[in-house]
């Protein structure tokens, strides 16, 4: 658990500066995470216990400016408490520190592979994930795991992060149009989770299977039918 001194009297969420009102770099900022958060609103749709925020500040002093990552995961919190939901991250109301983070990295490099290590190794962020398609000689995404107060590099692709039930890693697919590289969850064999899209895409197929199922099921049974009465038999009088 976070370690600091606190003022006495500390101020809530909703009295503290919820947008700093920088805006992200690109698109990619937003729709990554995104992907990430749909995906798990499927998967995780029956929990209640779970928040997976974007771009939202995480307030760890009232006198000191959030930090605010592209997403991020936190366990073991209510999922909205009421229907203006959360404003901000604040961890004295929470109690609970992330579990994971995540930063994508755009043009206007922002110490993700420096500061930021040693500020969520501070929190005491277990996972602090780094993507960057840009990279030439490394690899584009990066896990690090807080192990003894300092940060791991994990090489997996996908990664298994057993305190949350999740792999984390990167591949080829569509997302909003887009055929790229995106960051996935994954099951325990490595099988990656299906986007919103894809999961529609796969329940229409399997709807259109069983209906053509049915149809010719329907088609023998008419063929059955026209067999018994050119043998002189009424199928609808049989016993």
């Given at each position: 658990?976070?370690?600091?001194?606190?003022?006495?009297?500390?101020?809530?969420?909703?009295?503290?500066?919820?947008?700093?009102?920088?805006?992200?770099?690109?698109?990619?900022?937003e729709l990554?995470?995104?992907?990430?958060?749909?995906?798990?609103?499927?998967?995780?749709?029956?929990?209640?216990?779970?928040?997976?925020?974007?771009?939202?500040?995480?307030?760890?002093?009232?006198d000191k400016?959030?930090?605010?990552?592209?997403?991020?995961?936190?366990?073991?919190?209510?999922?909205?408490?009421?229907?203006?939901?959360?404003?901000?991250?604040?961890?004295?109301?929470?109690?609970?520190?992330?579990?994971f983070v995540?930063?994508?990295?755009?043009?206007?490099?922002?110490?993700?592979?420096?500061?930021?290590?040693?500020?969520?190794?501070?929190?005491?962020?277990?996972?602090?994930?780094?993507?960057?398609?840009?990279?030439?000689?490394?690899?584009?995404?990066?896990?690090?795991?807080?192990?003894?107060?300092?940060?791991?590099?994990?090489?997996?692709?996908?990664?298994?992060?057993?305190?949350?039930?999740?792999?984390?890693?990167?591949?080829?697919?569509?997302?909003?149009?887009?055929?790229?590289?995106?960051?996935?969850?994954?099951?325990?064999?490595?099988?990656?989770?299906?986007?919103?899209?894809?999961?529609?895409?796969?329940?229409?197929?399997?709807?259109?299977?069983?209906?053509?199922?049915?149809?010719?099921?329907?088609?023998?049974?008419?063929?059955?039918?026209?067999?018994?009465?050119?043998?002189?038999?009424?199928?609808?009088?049989?016993?």
């Amino acid at each position: 658990m976070l370690e600091y001194n606190l003022p006495r009297y500390l101020p809530s969420a909703e009295e503290l500066p919820d947008s700093d009102e920088t805006p992200v770099d690109n698109e990619l900022q937003e729709l990554i995470p995104g992907l990430l958060k749909a995906i798990l609103l499927i998967l995780w749709s029956e929990r209640m216990d779970w928040l997976f925020a974007i771009d939202m500040g995480i307030y760890y002093h009232p006198d000191k400016p959030p930090i605010v990552p592209n997403g991020f995961l936190s366990l073991g919190v209510e999922r909205f408490y009421d229907e203006e939901l959360r404003p901000s991250y604040v961890l004295w109301d929470e109690n609970v520190v992330p579990i994971f983070v995540l930063e994508v990295v755009s043009q206007n490099y922002r110490k993700e592979y420096t500061t930021k290590l040693d500020e969520y190794a501070a929190l005491g962020v277990l996972y602090y994930v780094i993507y960057s398609s840009r990279r030439r000689r490394k690899p584009h995404l990066e896990v690090h795991k807080l192990v003894n107060g300092k940060y791991e590099l994990q090489e997996e692709n996908p990664v298994w992060l057993p305190e949350i039930g999740l792999g984390i890693g990167c591949e080829r697919g569509n997302y909003c149009g887009v055929t790229r590289e995106w960051m996935y969850w994954y099951d325990g064999q490595g099988q990656r989770y299906l986007t919103p899209a894809e999961q529609v895409k796969q329940e229409t197929q399997r709807a259109q299977q069983e209906a053509q199922r049915a149809q010719k099921a329907e088609e023998r049974v008419q063929q059955l039918t026209e067999q018994l009465r050119a043998l002189g038999i009424d199928p609808d009088n049989l016993g």
